[in-house]
């Protein structure tokens, strides 16, 4: 644990002091009693200094600071570095260059085991210090998920090991992606910080930018009987688009260690399908009528069994749900619709699968006023089910889509919203 964690927090406390960094030291009042160090105690045999945070990690902890000696108690050493977190929340500098810190018993422990923050990294490339610079935020407001929306439509700065012709050809530039050392550099740096990444790779939508690098993996649009030179969603009608997932998914599910990846899903266009001869004729032989909800759901089951066989679970948008796809038990919902969205919260749950909310939290959201106040009124349980329904709502995720935000506003825009939703979520425990 000291080797791990502890060092980067004792910089935190006592390694920006103005008076330190002077040689300023006048007298002052001295305090009763002095904290001469905090002992941390890891209770499981396994202190998981090595290993990844999962969505079962145990994060409570208990913090007991009184002289001589103040004492962290955890289960795990997640719970321990939410400790340590708030322990260097209650150390501050006095005006004669003290340290002070209250007598304090604290027992802590998360409302939600899920509680993310959504990253967009193709709208506006995120140069890597703005990734890691928001991963220490989010350290210090104890979220413990980054969902990496890394790319879209717009660009794909993954620079995958398969298939590097896509960042090639997909990135806005040769300097705007992440290499396979960016990518490890970033998930080893919220891994010290007890935060999983959650990559999503949304398909068949908003994949435009793969098409740039993976000939024939988007479906060619018709204008009449000739195609009008413009691609829509992935083809789902081609044996050649699965042999090509089977080869990216099984690259990314050995890139991120996480036991879940997101797979979108979400606002599928129709209407390339329904213009395009091969694919009607496809529907057709498949007796799938022209319901193209249907055409989609067998693409999405095709992916799904894909990412299943390498032994990953997965995330997906409530499109996926409400287009009735096959899903395994443990797949986790996340609900983004804010229309009506505990009406959807109630069928996902009922249904018996795991809910992640977000309809409420889009900070991309640009309007007038102060944002944060509708936040408040926000109540994740307050949707109709029983009580082992409410028990599959497993957190809540503040999602930053990237049409308007770059490196030079995400850290105010982000921060300024969330700081609130700290405070409230505090206030609910």
């Known amino acids: 644990m000291e080797v791990c964690h502890t060092n980067r927090y004792y910089e935190y406390m006592f390694g920006q002091s103005l008076r330190r960094n002077w040689g300023y030291r006048p007298f002052g009042p001295r305090a009763e009693a002095e904290l001469s160090h905090l002992q941390v105690v890891i209770e499981s045999r396994d202190p998981g200094c090595d290993s990844h945070p999962h969505l079962g990690s145990s994060e409570a902890y208990q913090l007991t600071v009184i002289a001589p000696v103040a004492t962290l108690k955890a289960d795990e050493v997640w719970g321990a570095l939410r400790g340590l977190e708030t322990f260097s929340q209650l150390v501050h500098e006095d005006d004669y260059g003290s340290f002070l810190v209250n007598e304090s018993e604290i027992y802590d422990f998360p409302r939600f085991a899920h509680r993310g923050i959504l990253l967009d990294t193709s709208r506006h490339y995120l140069p890597l210090k703005s990734i890691l610079t928001n991963l220490d935020a989010m350290a210090f407001n104890k979220f413990n998920v980054l969902h990496w929306h890394i790319v879209d439509d717009q660009s794909f700065p993954y620079q995958s090991i398969c298939f590097p012709e896509l960042s090639d050809k997909g990135a806005y530039s040769y300097n705007h992606i992440y290499t396979p050392t960016d990518v490890r550099l970033v998930i080893e740096y919220a891994r010290l910080r007890g935060i999983r990444v959650i990559p999503e790779f949304d398909t068949p939508g908003h994949t435009q930018s793969w098409g740039k ?217």
């Open 213 to 429: 690098g993976q000939k024939y993996l988007l479906t060619p649009c018709y204008n009449g009987e000739k195609p009008s030179g413009s691609f829509g969603p992935v083809n789902p009608i081609l044996n050649t688009t699965y042999d090509f997932m089977t080869k990216f998914f099984k690259e990314i599910s050995s890139v991120f260690p996480d036991a879940y990846i997101h797979l979108g899903g979400d606002e599928v266009d129709f209407n390339c399908w329904k213009s395009n001869p091969e694919v009607q004729e496809f529907m057709k032989k498949q007796g799938l009528g022209r319901d193209y909800a249907k055409l989609e759901s067998y693409y999405i089951q095709k992916i799904l069994d894909i990412v299943s066989s390498y032994n990953k679970g997965y995330m997906v948008w409530q499109e996926v749900f409400d287009n009735k796809a096959k899903l395994k038990p443990d797949t986790v919902v996340e609900v983004w619709m804010e229309r009506n969205y505990a009406y959807e919260l109630s069928n996902v749950t009922g249904a018996g699968f795991t809910a992640i909310l977000a309809a409420p939290w889009y900070l991309d959201y640009i309007s007038y006023g102060q944002d944060w106040r509708k936040y408040y009124s926000v109540e994740p349980l307050n949707f109709s089910g029983s009580e082992k329904q409410k028990e599959l709502l497993i957190g809540g995720e503040a999602c930053l889509w990237g049409e308007f935000v770059d490196a030079t506003n995400l850290t105010p825009r982000l921060w300024y919203e969330l700081l609130h939703l700290w405070i409230l979520e505090s206030q609910l425990q």
